[in-house]
């Protein structure tokens, strides 16, 4: 069994900085292989890649230079940094882990394993 745990979220303003955390753990889950993803889904809105690290990192044009991904293998845990936030950031923010180390995977179903998302909203 694969947990992914997310933390961070919270209420901030517009230009505010906000980092999530998400926590991996699993028996045989080794985390050092896995490409791990972030998602948002706004109210409405269908869930959208935000950013992945795996052999490279990538990121949506809505986020690029804005936030970063970046990860501790030893901690077994990925962080997404955001800065300079807007109101349309809002959403629930989830993690996720792919088998897919290589290559940018901007779809949901290349991931396998799915946190339980943590709340952003940033007001204007």
């Known amino acids: 069994q694969v947990q992914l745990v997310e933390s961070g979220g919270g209420l901030v303003q517009a230009g505010d900085s906000l980092r999530l955390s998400c926590a991996a753990s699993g028996r045989t889950f080794t985390f050092s292989r896995y490409a791990m993803g972030w998602f948002r889904q706004a109210p409405g809105k269908e869930r959208e890649f935000v950013a992945k690290?795996?052999?490279?990192?990538y990121y949506a044009d809505s986020v690029k230079g804005r936030f970063t991904i970046s990860r501790d293998n030893a901690k077994n845990t990925v962080y997404l940094q955001m800065s300079s936030l807007k109101p349309e950031d809002t959403a629930v923010y989830y993690c996720?882990?792919?088998?897919?180390?290589?290559?940018?995977?901007?779809?949901?179903?290349?991931?396998?394993?799915w946190g339980q998302g943590t709340q952003v909203t940033v007001s204007s």
């Open positions: 690290s795996g052999s490279s990192t």
């Open positions: 996720a882990a792919s088998p897919h180390y290589y290559g940018v995977r901007y779809a949901s179903s290349d991931y396998t394993y």
